[in-house]
């Protein structure tokens, strides 16, 4: 899990993905942290 400031947000995942990984969104709950997977 990686937290950025907005701005820096693309060019981070951008880089993830040209890395190999899979970036995917992540929502902060008051359980915990959420993810989920949208199918493209």
């Given amino acids: 899990m990686f937290m950025t400031d ?3 947000r693309y060019r981070l995942v ?3 993905n040209e890395a190999g990984a899979l970036a995917s969104p992540v929502q902060f709950t008051e359980s915990g942290a959420e993810a989920w997977t949208i199918t493209r």
Avoid: H, V, Y
């Fill in 14 to 16: 951008t880089a993830l």
């Fill in 6 to 8: 907005p701005e820096r």
